[in-house]
């Protein structure tokens, strides 16, 4: 016979381990919350740990520039005094009411009961674009790439980069003076990007630093698996041009979906879980989303949006963890934090 699952019990349960998550944990920690984390990655950070570590964030209050990486690392500093439990490599399967409470099963088989619950899983599960090139999946990491973990793995390489949006054109900014060169691939002219970016891509197209290869789409790869040696390309006519290349990036965006959560009966709108701003309150008792997943009218899907609702949802979880019980708000500044 099978053992049974441990059954874990906790105040709150997070689902989702990016930077709004782990600021979460905080929250509740500083209302004396005990937290449980889940992610279905193997790593906590989401799409900032997994998609652009290196990447610069700006908007982050107190920090001018700060890398995702590091942002991701303060976070998780920052919630360690409250001793969160983290089940990582595991995504939540269900989540039904028991009593009072919610029951989360996970593919791993870890069951947890807590008195709230609160999704702060970013855009849900999520996966690249990737475009319909004839073997591509044969060079997938090893010359086709649709994240960049470290810029210097391209150094000294010639490298294609492909979108207008961006994650293109932040990367081609990035390994400009890294990369032997960079060629960026796109079917028109104009680009999606943040306009000053923009700017400074043509600026540096305009020295010669960088190919501007439009408009162009890709078509084909040369090559063997491990040794990427060319990306071939159509213009608008169907012209065919050769790029010989050590690497492609191909950034067209990630696919998103909310398996499983899209079956918990949550209200929900254009793959987004409507809530009450107030509260970050969802259409079921007890149950919070905040973050990129969260949607209320005037919602800005910014970090730092979604820290404040972190901030939201941990107070009123604490009003269903502990019904009736007066609560004293005091500041950080007051309270201090547990051994500080």
């Known amino acids: 016979m099978a053992a049974m699952s441990q059954i874990h019990t906790t105040d709150v349960a ?33 799409q900032c740990a997994a998609l652009y570590p290196e990447k610069p964030i ?11 990486a590091e942002l991701i690392a303060r976070l998780q500093e920052q919630a360690a005094p409250f001793s969160p439990t983290y089940h990582l490599g595991q995504r939540v399967e269900k989540l039904t009411r028991e009593g009072d409470a919610w029951r989360l099963e996970t593919s791993a088989g870890t069951v947890i009961v807590a008195k709230a619950v609160l999704i702060a899983a970013g855009v849900g599960a999520f996966g690249p674009n990737k475009p319909p090139m004839p073997r591509i999946d044969e060079f997938e990491n090893k010359g086709v790439h649709y994240l960049v973990n470290s810029r210097e793995a391209f150094r000294g390489k010639r490298v294609a980069i492909a979108g207008g949006g961006d994650s293109a054109l932040d990367w081609t900014l990035s390994l400009a003076d890294v990369a032997a060169r960079v060629m960026v691939v796109h079917r028109r002219d104009k680009f999606r990007a943040a306009p000053d970016s923009v700017a400074k891509v043509k600026a540096l197209a305009d020295a010669g630093k960088i190919d501007m290869v ?5 078509d084909s790869l040369e090559g063997e698996p491990g040794a990427l040696k060319a990306v071939i390309l159509k213009d608008l006519d169907g012209k065919p041009r050769r790029l010989e290349a050590d690497a492609l990036l191909a950034f067209f965006g990630l696919s998103m979906n909310l398996g499983p959560i899209a079956e918990w009966g949550l209200d929900i ?10 509260t970050a309150a969802t259409s079921a008792p007890g149950i919070f989303a905040i973050g990129d997943i969260a949607h209320y009218p005037g919602k800005l899907k910014l970090i ?14 604490r009003a269903i963890c502990h019904p009736g019980e007066t609560y004293h708000f005091e500041y950080s500044t007051t309270s201090g934090v547990p051994g500080n």
Not at 16 to 43: N, Q, R, Y
Not at 58 to 66: E, T
């Open 14 to 46: 997070i689902i989702g381990a990016g930077p709004v998550g782990l600021f979460a944990i905080f929250e509740c920690g500083m209302l004396k919350l005990k937290t449980h984390v889940i992610d279905a990655l193997d790593f906590a950070g989401g």
């Open 58 to 68: 700006y908007d982050i209050p107190g920090y001018p520039k700060i890398e995702a």
């Open 214 to 218: 439009v408009p162009y789409q890709l």
């Open 269 to 278: 709108e254009k793959a987004h879980i409507k809530v009450e701003q107030r």
């Open 304 to 317: 730092l949006s979604g820290f404040a609702e972190a901030a939201a949802a941990a107070h009123s979880a």
